[in-house]
């Protein structure tokens, strides 16, 4: 039962690692919090020490919050179910990864008067805290103007960085920020599966950058494949995709030929686009300090 | 001229960026040093405190050690113009990111009396001390023996880890450790421009492990461009090039026809073979720490 005025928040696959998240954080904000999941995992709910919702759409009927916490491909049809039965003055929000889909049927199918809040944290349920971590926001424009203010200070009072977007803006950055940088690292990942390549003999003869890079494909591959895989899904991902593949091939064709020239202009003409190389020169520095830093530690206990 | 008792030394191509590193370090243990460069910039050697060698024959024939530091395209050409030159009992070295190929021209043009240790340093001019770096030495078999203690104590002493490797091996080794790392933070780099993405903009929007991977991209192209076409001129590396464009491939058509399960299998399998990737992800996570508590820094100063 939720006590009175406290917040009553149900997440809709709070038993997954994500909505386990967030549901431990609305937990300690003293929410309400019920949690609901497709396999029924009430020890999750037990663990976290938050009821689990047996009727979903009871629950939501009765939550002033909805979060949903589901896999992309379920999010339409959670929301489909669920939406229509909020009441009036209620929040629906969603943490799906991708955001013009699921805007477009949290707007559909709740009821005018429930307010919509796209929310896309950009972090994992490995981080411990809010602290410096980047949420964008892309609250449903006129549908939004009760919760966004309350939402946002509630994640700006831990640290948080609220960035508002448009969702088709949002999933067109998303293409190059998620699927991009995940997209090459996995490439690289089955690509040393492929070659048979032996990566932890490879540590002995790292160099720093390769170092941090194997580590950000082994960080990846350790993770749930699903969200790779979702992300993957992304409306805007398949032209980024192709064009990675296509200057690939222009990059290696000039190295397989011999023509380092052709080479070094096509690295010459992608500095000069992208700016501010030397700050991040400088930034990756510092990174690669820390984790010589590190390797000396590790060698010398 | 030489002071007595000091260890006279000649880097070709020392007044280039890794040139005068090692210039730096050798002038600092107290060696007497001689720099040589294709341009004749004598104002580098005024600026580390070392000599110039006007006529770098001359000078070769005089010295205890040569260290080749010009770029690999011009490594054989300037090893067969020196390396009859030098006296029984010196020793020629390079600093050169491949292995196989000076190595055969050093041991091929010196005299047998000359000694022969390939030095790959493992590490940008940017870094300040050899402290937890790691150097990987192809020693001559038979043609190493009095100078290898020597040169792997003086590293070893400034906190370097050294490997040794046959230079074959090494070449393989390097064709993923550095010419795929390379090449994929590259064709990320082309992308951005080919797409036009802004990645100024890109930052306020960012996850921790786009930010990290979008500092070396653009560490890698601020740097010179000449070292990473010729690391990309590795024997070895057009077989690890072509294998990443066809896993990239393969990733591509199971996302673009929506086939998840196969992308999935993919991810799945590369893990298996990558190994500890959980260890992988807690060394990152470190850094994705670090990077924060940066960006907090940055914002509030």
Not at 195 to 223: A, H, T
């Amino acid at each position: 039962m939720a006590a009175k005025g406290m917040t009553r928040m149900l997440i809709l696959g709070g038993t997954g690692e994500t909505g386990s998240w967030f549901a431990r954080y609305f937990r300690d904000k003293s929410f309400d919090v019920a949690v609901w999941g497709p396999s029924g995992k009430t020890g999750v709910a037990a663990s976290i020490g938050v009821r689990y919702a047996a009727d979903m759409i009871k629950e939501a009927e009765q939550s002033d919050i909805v979060l949903l916490s589901v896999p992309i491909e379920k999010t339409v049809e959670v929301i489909r179910k669920v939406a229509p039965r909020m009441r009036p003055g209620s929040l629906l929000m969603d943490v799906t990864s991708l955001k013009s889909e699921p805007m477009k049927a949290m707007i559909r199918h709740a009821h005018q008067g429930v307010e919509v809040i796209g929310t896309h944290p950009m972090f994992g349920p490995t981080m411990p805290t809010l602290m410096g971590q980047i949420i964008i926001l892309t609250p449903a424009v006129g549908r939004s103007e009760t919760w966004l203010p309350r939402i946002r200070s509630l994640f700006e009072s831990d640290g948080a960085r609220i960035e508002l977007l448009d969702p088709e803006e949002h999933d067109e950055i998303m293409a190059v920020v998620q699927a991009l940088t995940h997209f090459a690292y996995i490439g690289i990942g089955a690509t040393l599966q492929s070659l048979d390549f032996d990566v932890e003999k490879s540590r002995k003869f790292m160099s720093p950058v390769y170092e941090i890079m194997i580590d950000f494909v082994g960080r990846i591959l350790d993770q749930n494949p699903e969200l790779y895989a979702s992300i993957q899904k992304n409306p805007k991902a398949m032209k980024v995709r192709q064009t990675f593949i296509g200057e690939c091939m222009r990059l290696s064709e000039k190295a397989d030929s011999g023509d380092l020239e052709g080479f070094k202009k096509i690295m010459r003409e992608a500095a000069e686009h992208f700016g501010q190389t030397h700050d991040a020169l400088e930034r990756s520095d510092r990174l690669i300090d820390r984790r010589i830093k590190e390797r000396g530690l590790e060698r010398h206990p």
